[in-house]
């Protein structure tokens, strides 16, 4: 084993209060897109201003509506992968671990991580816009999704499915996610920042470290006096900050730093 993968798996021996920190990139073995890696992230192929705000689904609900189904789908299709399950583990071992995602997907959960922290939201919670937020329930349009893929497992082109309406209220259903210039969720960016500032050991796995105030999380920990061990393939914002930067894909360096 290399000496960085050594010594990330000493500290993870030692550590009393561990924060695991995760973005797109640990989803991207289980096939699920991230969104700023070239050719095949989200951003290169979408356009974020026209997807992912709230003025692209008042301006146009049913393209929203149907993009996001088209990600549910994949989703939904997906099975977590060994850096999910190596997560789990991780909150095995350690009590009061945390586990705090930027991911709108639910592979955390169905890998087995208890009580994951989710700052952007969930593709599986859509909430309607009327005053009263209801969450919503209405018929799985996903499978349908699915059979409309093209080869590439791009959605057809422009497709568009209308938002479900309130059973409540009657007002349109959103996708419970959170988008660009939309607060994050109170009670979880308060979770995530305190057992940041709690932590002895912070991991970042799969992010960017390019969105806020998401990004801040991590400097929080390194503020605090925690090490930080980086798990990414590739370089990022939080380089500078990493005690153990480990180049490699979650899927196989979580495994072996648990093992
Ligand atoms: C692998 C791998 C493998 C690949 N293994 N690794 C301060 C400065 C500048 C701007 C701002 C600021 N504060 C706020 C802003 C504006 C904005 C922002 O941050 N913009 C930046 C882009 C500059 N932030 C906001 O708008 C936020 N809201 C806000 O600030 O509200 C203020 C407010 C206050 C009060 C009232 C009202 C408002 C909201 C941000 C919401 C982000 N939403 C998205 C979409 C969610 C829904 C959806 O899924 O469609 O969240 S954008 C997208 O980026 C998504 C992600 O969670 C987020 C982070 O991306 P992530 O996970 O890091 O993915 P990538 O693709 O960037 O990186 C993947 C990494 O994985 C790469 O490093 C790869 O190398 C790696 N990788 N394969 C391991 N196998």
Same mark, same amino acid.
């Given at each position: %084993?290399?000496?960085?993968l @050594? @010594?990330?798996?000493?500290?993870l021996r030692?550590a009393?209060?561990?924060?695991v920190f995760?973005?797109?990139?640990i989803?991207?073995e289980? /096939?699920?897109p ?6 095949t992230g989200l951003?290169s192929?979408?356009n ?5 705000? $709230?003025?692209a689904?008042h301006?146009? $609900?049913?393209?929203?509506?149907g993009w996001?189904?088209w990600r549910?789908?994949r989703?939904?299709?997906?099975? $977590?992968?060994?850096? =999910? ?7 095995r ?8 995602t @930027?991911?709108?997907?639910?592979? =955390?959960?169905?890998a087995?991580?208890?009580?994951v ?6 593709l599986?919670?859509p909430r309607?816009?009327g005053? /009263?937020? =209801?969450?919503? #329930?209405?018929?799985? +349009?996903t499978?349908n ?18 938002p479900?309406l309130c059973?409540?209220c009657?007002?349109l259903v ?6 660009? /210039?939309e607060?994050?969720?109170?009670s979880a960016?308060? #979770?995530?920042a305190?057992?940041? +500032?709690?932590?002895?050991l912070?991991?970042?796995?799969g992010t960017?470290g %390019?969105?806020?105030?998401?990004a801040e ?8 006096g925690a +090490?930080?061990? @980086?798990?990414?393939?590739q370089?990022?914002?939080l380089?500078?900050f990493?005690t153990?930067?480990?180049l490699?894909?979650?899927a196989h360096?979580l ?5």
């Amino acid at each position: %084993m290399d000496t960085d993968l @050594q @010594q990330a798996a000493g500290l993870l021996r030692t550590a009393r209060r561990v924060v695991v920190f995760t973005g797109a990139g640990i989803s991207a073995e289980s /096939g699920v897109p991230t969104f700023r890696d070239d050719l095949t992230g989200l951003w290169s192929r979408f356009n974020a201003e026209h997807l992912a705000t $709230p003025e692209a689904f008042h301006a146009d $609900p049913d393209l929203v509506w149907g993009w996001y189904e088209w990600r549910r789908s994949r989703v939904r299709h997906a099975e $977590p992968n060994p850096g =999910h399950l190596a997560v789990t583990a991780i909150t095995r071992r350690v009590p009061g671990a945390v586990v705090v995602t @930027q991911n709108v997907d639910d592979l =955390h959960e169905r890998a087995g991580s208890p009580e994951v922290t989710h700052l952007h939201g969930s593709l599986f919670a859509p909430r309607c816009v009327g005053d /009263g937020a =209801h969450p919503a #329930t209405f018929p799985d +349009a996903t499978q349908n999704v699915a059979h409309d893929e093209s080869p590439s497992g791009e959605p057809a082109d422009g497709r568009r499915i209308p938002p479900p309406l309130c059973v409540s209220c009657g007002a349109l259903v959103r996708p419970g996610v959170v988008w660009f /210039g939309e607060e994050l969720p109170g009670s979880a960016l308060t #979770t995530a920042a305190e057992s940041a +500032a709690a932590s002895d050991l912070f991991l970042t796995v799969g992010t960017s470290g %390019m969105v806020y105030p998401a990004a801040e999380i991590p400097r929080i920990a390194v503020r605090a006096g925690a +090490a930080v061990i @980086q798990v990414n393939p590739q370089p990022t914002q939080l380089d500078l900050f990493c005690t153990i930067n480990l180049l490699g894909t979650a899927a196989h360096v979580l495994p072996a730093i648990v093992a």
